[in-house]
């Protein structure tokens, strides 16, 4: 069963919550009792920007090649 993170939005706390994918959208309640909670990312971590992925040029493309040319069809 898949585990997600929430915070309490009342009172700060960080709190897990062992339950279904299907209620994974299903509000929280704090352990203190709150109920205004957000769920939060997990396994993605979002701590820290570094850089990132740049776009790449297409692989290949151009360059010769038998049937490039032409010389084989
Ligand atoms: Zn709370």
């Known amino acids: 069963m898949p585990r997600y993170d929430f915070r309490c ?3 700060g706390a960080t709190f897990e ?3 279904a994918m299907a209620q994974a959208n299903d509000p929280a309640v704090c352990p203190q009792g709150h ?3 957000v769920k939060l990312l997990s396994t993605v971590a979002v701590t820290g920007a570094s850089g ?3 776009p790449q040029p ?3 493309g151009g360059g010769g090649g038998c049937c490039g040319g032409g010389c084989c069809g």
Request: aromatic share 0%.
């Open 17 to 19: 919550l062992r339950r």
């Open 58 to 60: 297409p692989a290949g």
């Open 9 to 11: 939005r009342s009172c």
């Open 52 to 54: 990132g992925s740049a």
């Open 35 to 37: 109920t205004d909670t």
